[in-house]
């Protein structure tokens, strides 16, 4: 095992770098395409067969996330972390979420995203001061 992943090095690095940087954009394409009031209205309900799949992309992208946010792992974890969150429905979602964005090394970082590909900055509920 060992002598063929010493053969195979530079093949896994750049499957790597590569997964980091899809990942990474999608995760990005994501945060910035999301419309601004995203985490302020309801949501509406949805056919049960949408909800199951929903529930299931979210919870690969969770999972994916909690690999990714290991240390010396490469990649977005805790993008696909939020994400993965967002996209699940489960009773505390929306509490858990809005606290995690709350904090600034967060919602900053998002914003400034937002505002580099000219998305207007996301607004959360309850909140009077944001990033």
């Not at 093949?11 to 302020?40: E, Q």
Request: hydrophobic fraction near 50%; include cysteine.
């Amino acid at each position: 095992m060992t002598e063929w992943l010493k053969d195979h090095a530079w093949a896994l690095a750049g499957c790597s770098l590569l997964m980091t940087i899809v990942i990474s954009a999608g995760g990005i394409a994501i945060l910035v395409r999301m419309p601004a009031d995203h985490f302020v209205r309801r949501e509406k309900n949805r056919h049960i067969v949408l909800t199951i799949l929903r529930n299931a992309l979210g919870a690969v992208l969770l999972g994916a996330g909690v690999i990714l946010s290991l240390p010396l792992v490469p990649g977005p974890g805790f993008v696909l972390l939020i994400v993965g969150i967002s996209l699940m429905n489960f009773p505390g979602r929306r509490r858990l979420l809005l606290r995690l964005l709350r904090t600034p090394w967060v919602l900053k970082p998002i914003n400034h995203l937002r505002k580099y590909f000219g998305a207007p900055r996301l607004e959360l509920s309850g909140s009077s001061k944001q990033a």
